[in-house]
């Protein structure tokens, strides 16, 4: 699947350009060496062994077969942040896209990471998902503002459902965003119906 | 007085009125001159028969229906067999390429363009936004508006939110419709 519109130019908050992109299967390489250089407790909030590269494998064929989209940050030939979106291709909730956001630990506060999730919302809307979910331990502050900010609001908490590298148990978070009113809104407007019918 | 008259044809559900007001908002907010818009619908709005009628003038437009357009746009077959017969010799005909086949009705000295809009808008994403690709092959293609008067019109007339898709799909419109003028000219 092409996705229109890339590479993206994006700025961090003191106005340096960053590249964003789709993940191209040659990008494999450095996406591994992105994740496994991440901290052990980044690590352990995410739901995959990233520095397996049999995740990787299976991760570039998901990528490969449309089921997952994922976007990379470069800067200095480096990836220095992903982006992805995960999509039910058939089932009842094939309206809904997971996204999941990774940013190296030297660029967080700069924006990329609210930059590169805007990017991946924008083209989750265009693939026709309309509703977004992520999943956030509770003292990720960072990352519960940065989604916040781009429209996402919880919507139910697991308690004791995480286990962080000290044992100690957190709660989860499950926020969403339903964007399916923009297109509804788009329809509408196109629907062509009579202003003097109302 | 220099005077254009645009018809757009179409399905309801197309976003043919909204063409029709991008162009007008275009020509009369941005771009300095004069346009009315006067919109008919069949007997149910979704799926009949749809058409605006756009004049553009340097001045103020006395009468604002149009006979025998200048240009006209037409995405469905319906609206090419009805109203290509009535456009001016000489004038413009951009049509969807995908559903429209030509024929010999078209009058004299007639120039007509296609676009595969329906096509490109499926690939941006959203076959919604065909009207907007059709909006950027009309300005592509004519040269009437300028390019960034249409643009503003199209990221001011669309819903919050949908804006980055739809000026996509105008540009790609109009790139396709600056590739195809060049072309015939």
């Not at chain 1, 739901?47 to 570039?60: E, H, I």
């Not at chain 1, 992903?82 to 990774?102: C, D, K, P």
């Not at chain 1, 965003?177 to 629907?191: G, N």
């Amino acid at each position: 699947m092409k996705l229109e519109g890339f590479p993206q130019t994006v700025f961090l908050r003191d106005g340096t350009p960053v590249a964003v992109r789709p993940l191209a299967a040659a990008d494999a390489k450095a996406l591994l060496e992105f994740y496994r250089s991440l901290p052990e407790e980044d690590r352990l909030y995410l739901k995959d062994d990233v520095t397996d590269a049999g995740w990787l494998q299976r991760f570039v064929a998901l990528v490969g077969s449309g089921e997952v989209v994922s976007l990379i940050a470069e800067r200095a030939g480096k990836v220095v942040a992903e982006a992805t979106l995960y999509r039910a291709l058939r089932g009842w909730s094939m309206h809904v896209g997971e996204i999941r956001i990774s940013v190296a630990p030297a660029l967080r506060r700069d924006g990329l990471g609210t930059s590169i999730a805007r990017e991946l919302v924008k083209v989750a809307t265009r693939l026709g998902v309309e509703k977004m979910v992520i999943e956030v331990v509770e003292n990720q502050v960072g990352a519960r503002r940065m989604f916040r900010k781009l429209g996402f609001r919880q919507e139910a908490v697991l308690r004791s459902h995480v286990k962080d590298i000290n044992g100690t148990k957190r709660n989860l978070i499950l926020a969403s965003t339903d964007v399916s009113h923009i297109w509804d809104a788009m329809e509408a407007l196109v629907a062509d119906f009579s202003p003097s019918a109302e | 007085m220099h005077k254009t008259e645009i018809r757009v044809g179409g399905l309801g559900g197309q976003g043919v009125i909204l063409c029709g007001m991008i162009i007008g908002k275009a020509a009369s907010i941005f771009d300095g001159k004069h346009a009315t818009l006067i919109q008919a619908f069949g007997p149910e709005a979704r799926g009949s028969a749809c058409s605006a009628q756009v004049t553009v003038a340097d001045e103020a437009i006395g009468y604002p229906y149009v006979k025998n357009p200048d240009i006209l746009i037409v995405m469905s077959p319906d609206a090419y067999t009805q109203f290509a017969p009535q456009l001016a010799p000489g004038g413009m005909l951009l049509y969807e390429s995908d559903l429209i086949t030509l024929d010999d009705k078209l009058p004299k000295g007639v120039r007509a363009f296609g676009v595969p809009a329906t096509r490109f808008a499926e690939e941006l994403g959203r076959r919604l936004v065909l009207n907007i690709v059709m909006t950027g092959f009309f300005a592509g293609v004519t040269g009437l508006l300028s390019y960034e008067s249409v643009e503003k019109a199209v990221k001011t007339s669309v819903p919050k939110g949908t804006e980055d898709l739809n000026l996509r799909a105008f540009h790609k419109g109009y790139e396709y419709g600056r590739e195809q003028s060049a072309g015939k000219n």
